[in-house]
T-cell receptor
Framework: DTEVTQTPKHLVMGMTNKKSLKCEQH?????MYWYKQKAKKPPELMFV???????INESVPSRFSPECPNSSLLNLHLHALQPEDSALYLC??????????????FGPGTRLTVL | EDKVVQSPLSLVVHEGDTVTLNCSYE??????LLWYKQEKKAPTFLFML????IEKKSGRLSSILDKKELFSILNITATQTGDSAIYLC?????????????FGKGTLLTVNP
């Protein structure tokens, strides 16, 4: 199994809603990542979990809250988002944890629209 | 200030042409450079380069890194319409315990039949 899965594929939410994005990998990878990608822009790193611990938080607003329940799962909890948060949210994983770098394998992404 | 610069930003070629995409970077404590292809959805991995001068090949694609001049190139020979995509270059680097991964803006490649 060389796949990173993400659910849901699409999500539409209001600014007062609370929702969660889910990412799963069963490759035994020890690092997992959340990225945000706006249209026609490259991905921007948001968070990195290495060995199930939050290692990197790239100054992301607190309305985004990551969680890593176990080594295979990564969640992104969303609350009180703004319309400008609408984007493609990508999850990725890599075999080795930080501080080492390794190939990152991306999931298909969740297309989020905030109304 | 952009730490990873890709050129050209867009390129239109005909099937069968050979293309060279460029990625230059300016970071401290370089760790690796990665190339990705992005079509409609998530990026897919192409190459990871850590050592200078060692060419990596996969079919019609190849890539090489020059750590002295701080750049990498991605070559695609005998291009096909299926090669049309955005090609992203990303550089990972660190400062102490901080890990950074920065993407370039990408090169939009269009291959016409």
């Amino acid at each position: 199994d060389t796949e990173v899965t993400q659910t849901p594929k699409h999500l539409v939410m209001g600014m007062t809603n609370k929702k969660s994005l889910k990412c799963e990998q069963h490759m035994g990878h020890r690092a997992m990542y959340w990225y945000k990608q706006k249209a026609k822009k490259p991905p921007e790193l948001m968070f990195v979990y290495s060995y199930e611990k939050l290692s990197i938080n790239e100054s992301v607003p607190s309305r985004f809250s990551p969680e890593c329940p176990n080594s295979s799962l990564l969640n992104l909890h969303l609350h009180a988002l703004q319309p400008e948060d609408s984007a493609l949210y990508l999850c990725a994983s890599s075999q080795v944890g930080l501080p080492y770098t390794d190939t990152q394998y991306f999931g298909p992404g969740t297309r989020l629209t905030v109304l | 200030e952009d730490k990873v610069v890709q050129s050209p930003l867009s390129l239109v070629v005909h099937e069968g042409d050979t293309v060279t995409l460029n990625c230059s970077y300016e970071v401290t404590n370089f760790r690796s450079l990665l190339w990705y292809k992005q079509e409609k959805k998530a990026p897919t991995f192409l190459f990871m380069l850590t050592s200078s001068g060692i060419e990596k090949k996969s079919g019609r694609l190849s890539s090489i890194l020059d750590k002295k001049e701080l750049f990498s190139i991605l070559n695609i020979t005998a291009t096909q319409t299926g090669d049309s995509a955005i090609y992203l270059c990303a550089v990972s680097y660190s400062g102490g315990s901080n890990y950074k991964l920065t993407f370039g803006k990408g090169t939009l490649l269009t291959v016409n039949p």
